[in-house]
């Protein structure tokens, strides 16, 4: 069967209603990941099996609260479930997701997508933690009062959804989808939800226990905050403690592999491009894939379990008091893997001014592709080392590194705020979800989805720059009656050496000032570029196939890995990110103004820590 | 391998690397470029196969989306 012939299967519901975990149980790693067409909204669609063979298009649209959209993911759910979004034919039936143990919220929505008279159908899932919560849910009943059926799903469990899918299969085999009578929902919503609670659930006296005792320490407006530093903190302390296995064998892995090239390759400008460009520069980059996947291991975890909500709640008057909204949490800590999708988060802030702040502030928070030029430098400069009754010093540099990002976005909102008009503020309304134990699925392929992403940035952007740096480095050849090496005779030796009238207050060597042109196609660029320039740089094979980290231990002052350290705390070293400002704002204006404020703030600081660094005998 | 053939294998692997820069750092220009070549080689009275390529090199319609380069919407 075709891929256009395929039944479509829609899942829609509330966020948090666990319609992620469900589609990956249902399509398991069958699933295609791309954006709505003219817009950056997530598109994830997948195949599902059925239990007689039949194969079904998932589609897992964005969460939205009500139909009529206040963001424009909401726009995006509810012009694909009326089959109106260019491009996506209408699903042949909406699977409304909905949390069992919240469903006087969840409810309402049904009711709404009920009005759109599409073949429906409930999936109450997270039926687990509402048993365990002791609310009693009569399925039948419900399915009665509704007019829909209802079936039981816990998207967390292996056989969570085998409910599901047989009665997906039975509902297209019987051509009950055709038959299937919609009927719209009269009055008021809320009512009627209620009036749905009433006669088929059996709410307990309690229902949150655990919640409310766990909330009462964590939202504590002292002992809460105090936990999510500590769990940021333990959070850098495993990134140093847990990797150096992992990437000792990796390094061990590319030295391996680029001796054993130089070795079956003769001697030319064919070898020097595979071992001194491509073998040297992408194995300075994948040696940092387990620190990368150990930092969103606890990130997935933070966010299954349901803190980072709380997290938003406990930083909320941080943050309106720098000028932000509440609703920039979420933008922000998407900031966190990437500014990327999260400047496009920032759609579902209403204010322009609001997301407008947000947006200028997004780059300044520590995303992924920074991790790898953190952990190079603060390998090689800074002591393995315990400190304070056993903390590892490296993790404490780097958690302070992640500080200095939260800390000089919150300064530059507050400036921004100090210059604004409209000082209002607007409310944060914020659904705080139960606690739940994460599992072990959802942990995986959300770990597999990251390593996927870095592998593909290895694979495509850091690679072609590579290539492209190596050529810049290798050609022309330097003259007949050289005096200086070869490197300092090629273009970009000539562009570094240019250079270093502008970056020689900052401590940057001709090295680094190259290595900063093509990490603008993306920060981690910047290890692949020193490892490539330091191995054509070298003076012989063996000095050649030595490990970055030495190399620049031997070269650099620590006055001058300070001040890198702090260039890419501000530097708005990444297109992508530029151009998405320009998209997201319209304006070259705000585009232009985030870039030179962003490149004044790294040189002024760079500049600061260098000479002080100096000053203090690290120079 | 002889030094020839090694000179060949590396610009190749420049000019691919330049490209794919540029398909992913400048999309835009790099879209622009596309449309701007295919137009004059998908005129009427281009032969087959100058029309053919012409087809390849035009990029997917702005609205595009699913594997098929086309509206995902067909029969």
């Known amino acids: 069967m075709s891929e256009a012939s395929l039944p479509r299967i829609a899942l829609i519901g509330n966020p948090n209603s666990g319609k992620t975990a469900l589609f990956n149980l249902l399509t398991g790693s069958r699933q295609k990941v791309a954006n709505y067409a003219g817009v950056t909204v997530e598109r994830k669609e997948g195949r599902m099996l059925g239990e007689g063979g039949r194969n079904y298009a998932v589609l897992d649209l964005p969460g939205a609260y009500s139909l009529t959209p206040a963001s424009l993911e909401e726009a995006v759910a509810r012009d694909v479930c009326r089959g109106f979004y260019p491009g996506e034919p209408a699903p042949d039936l909406l699977v409304c997701v909905v949390d069992a143990t919240n469903l006087r919220l969840h409810l309402r929505f049904v009711l709404e997508l009920k009005s759109l008279g599409r073949p429906m159908l409930v999936a109450l899932n997270q039926m687990d933690a509402a048993r365990r919560r002791g609310i009693g849910i009569d399925v039948a009943a419900l399915s009665r009062e509704l007019g829909l059926p209802v079936v039981e799903t816990v998207a967390v469990h292996g056989d969570g959804a085998k409910e599901l899918i047989r009665k997906v299969d039975a509902m297209f085999a019987a051509g009950d989808i055709d038959a299937q009578q919609v009927l719209p929902v009269q009055g008021d919503l809320h009512a009627e939800a209620r009036r749905l609670i009433e006669a088929s659930v059996r709410m307990p006296r309690r229902t949150a226990r655990i919640d409310d ?58 070898r020097s491009l595979l071992v001194n460009g491509i073998i040297a520069g992408l194995g300075g980059v994948v040696v940092f894939l387990p620190q990368i996947l150990i930092l969103f291991f606890f990130i997935l975890i933070l966010e299954e ?56 502030v997004a780059p300044l ?100 720059m590579t290539v492209l740096l190596w050529f810049l480095l290798s050609f022309p050849a330097a003259p007949a009656d050289a005096t200086m090496p070869a490197i300092d005779y090629s273009f970009a030796g000539r562009i570094g050496h240019a250079m270093t009238a502008i970056f020689a207050p900052l401590g940057f060597n001709w090295q680094i000032c190259i290595a900063l042109i093509p990490a603008m196609a993306a920060r981690e660029v910047v290890v692949s570029s020193l490892a490539t320039v330091y191995a054509l740089s070298a003076a012989n094979d063996d000095a050649a196939s030595q490990a970055l980290m030495p190399l620049i231990q031997h070269d650099w002052s620590l006055a001058t890995a300070l001040s890198l350290l702090v260039w890419f705390i501000y530097a708005p070293q990444c297109l992508s990110t530029l151009a998405t400002i320009k998209r997201e704002t319209g304006s070259w204006k705000q585009t232009a103004f985030a870039t030179v404020y962003l490149f004044a703030l790294a040189y002024g600081a760079s500049f600061i820590t260098y000479q002080v660094a100096k000053a203090l005998g690290a120079g | 391998m002889p030094l020839i053939l090694q000179y060949v294998v590396i610009a190749v692997a ?14 835009r220009s790099w879209r622009a470029t596309r449309i701007a070549i295919a137009i004059p080689m998908l005129r009427e009275g281009r032969p087959a196969w100058l029309k053919s390529w012409g087809r390849r090199i035009a990029p997917a319609s702005a609205l595009a989306s699913g594997e098929c380069g086309g509206c995902d919407g067909c029969g």
């Open chain 1, 305 to 360: 379990s349901g803190y980072l909500p709380r997290a938003a709640f406990l930083l909320d008057r941080t943050m309106s008091a720098a000028g932000l909204s509440g609703r920039s949490f979420i933008p922000l800590l998407s900031s966190f893997a990437c500014a990327v999708p999260g400047i496009m988060a920032t759609r579902s802030i209403q204010d322009p001014r609001d997301r407008l702040a947000t947006i200028l």
């Open chain 1, 365 to 464: 928070m520590t995303c992924s592709a920074r991790l790898p030029v953190y952990a190079l430098l603060i390998a090689a400069f800074i002591p393995q080392r315990k400190i304070w009754g056993g903390l590892e010093l490296q993790g404490l540099v780097l958690f302070a590194l992640y500080m200095a990002g939260i800390a000089s976005a919150l300064v530059v909102s507050w400036v921004m705020k100090r210059w604004r008009r409209d000082g209002g503020e607007h409310p944060l309304l914020l659904e705080l979800p139960s606690y739940r134990l994460p599992h072990w699925r959802d942990l995986m392929i959300g770990l597999y989805e990251r390593a996927m992403i870095f592998l593909k940035r290895v694979g495509g952007i850091i690679l072609a």
């Open chain 2, 14 to 27: 420049v000019v691919l690397a330049a490209l794919f820069v540029w398909r992913t750092r400048f999309p």
């Open chain 1, 213 to 270: 005792a766990l909330d009462r320490w964590l939202l504590h407006p002292v002992f809460g905050l105090l936990v999510l530093a500590a769990v940021m903190f333990l959070m850098f302390q495993a990134v140093y403690a847990w990797a150096t296995p992992m990437m000792d064998a990796i390094e061990a892995g590319t030295a391996w592999l680029g001796h054993a090239v130089e070795q079956a390759m003769p001697d030319g400008p064919l």
